[in-house]
């Protein structure tokens, strides 16, 4: 069985700061990894994925995420936050065969001046 | 291109009624996903479609969620007797096939059970 645990339901940063968000994961076979980014009233949206080639994967937006297999891990991460980066983020894991995904429960970020 | 449609964004039914939710998948994706999404919660797993069959309906809750897609490309999903745990958005996803493929997501229907 897979699963995906997101430490910090709610996570606020500063305009500027780093934003990190945190993800691990469990599997028992070689994972793929997803962090999706959902908007008030939109649909979920393709971030960034992580399908066994670079370990250090970047995105959209700015955003980069770093595959630490000893550590189970898969964080988001972006050096600079922009207001328009507030939403709610969600990791998610697939363990192949074209089927699902496992989603962890979310972390909502908010961007403060 | 046309992304994934959903139709309709809101339904309001009534304890113990039938409702029929429709996908549109993006042409040419083969694989077909259905997810619920609770308040406060991240999308939970329902049904996965290969084409025409499902091939992992492992999510399903019980006998009353049923779904089908019947020429491998518009997908309904049907819930009978409903109850007010029902209540969530639904969402939809397709993608090529592949395990590493991107499912891009619709933006769901909200299912309201009085």
């Known amino acids: 069985a897979q699963s995906v645990t997101q430490l910090g339901s709610h996570v606020s940063v500063s305009e500027g700061a780093l934003v990190l968000l945190r993800c691990n994961y469990s599997s028992s076979v070689p994972p793929y990894l997803f962090w999706y980014v959902q908007y008030p009233n939109q649909g979920l949206q393709l971030l960034l994925k992580y399908t066994s080639a670079a370990t250090l994967v970047k995105g959209i937006n700015g955003f980069e995420a770093e595959f630490k297999k000893s550590e189970t891990s898969f964080h988001l991460t972006k050096p600079s936050a922009h207001m328009s980066d507030a939403a709610e983020y969600f990791c998610?894991?697939?363990?192949?065969?074209?089927?699902?995904?496992?989603f962890g429960t979310g972390t909502q970020l908010k961007v403060e001046l | 291109g046309a992304g994934v449609s959903q139709t309709p964004s809101n339904k309001v039914t009534e304890k113990g009624k039938y409702v029929e939710l429709r996908c549109d998948p993006i042409?040419?994706?083969?694989?077909l996903y259905w997810y619920r999404q609770s308040l406060g919660q991240g999308p939970e797993f329902l049904i996965y479609?290969?084409?025409?069959?499902?091939?992992?309906d492992s999510g399903l809750p019980n006998d009353r969620f049923f779904a089908v897609r019947p020429e491998g490309s518009v997908s309904t999903l049907k819930i009978q007797r409903t109850e007010r745990g029902d209540s969530a958005v639904y969402l939809c996803a397709s993608s090529l096939g592949q395990g590493s493929d991107t499912q891009y997501f619709g933006p769901g229907t909200r299912l309201t059970v009085l």
């Open positions: 479609f290969q084409g025409t069959g499902a091939a992992d």
């Open positions: 998610a894991v697939s363990t192949g065969g074209g089927n699902k995904l496992t």
């Open positions: 042409s040419g994706h083969t694989a």
